[in-house]
């Protein structure tokens, strides 16, 4: 159970710095475009170790974190920049 709170968790905030970025990237934000990209290294890393071992039930459990992630970073990141 922790396994999959931990890849749900690393999923969602992996997605959601990838979403970010991408906005950051579009709207041509250098700063928070070059700090975001330290963090998603840091979140794959993570994130891989932590997958390695998974199983079909994770692979649920990541995309679900997944797809939460970008609505996330889509929503707060609109909401920051409206």
Known sequence: MLDSLLLFIS?????GLLGLQSKNVQHS???MAALT???ISISQFIFVKI??????IDLIVVC???AIGIISAIYL???RYS
């Open 64 to 66: 679900c974190g997944g």
């Open 77 to 79: 990141h609109d909401k």
């Open 11 to 15: 999923s969602f905030i992996l997605v």
């Open 37 to 39: 990209s330290i963090f």
């Open 51 to 56: 997958v390695a071992t998974g199983n079909m």
């Open 29 to 31: 934000r250098y700063l």
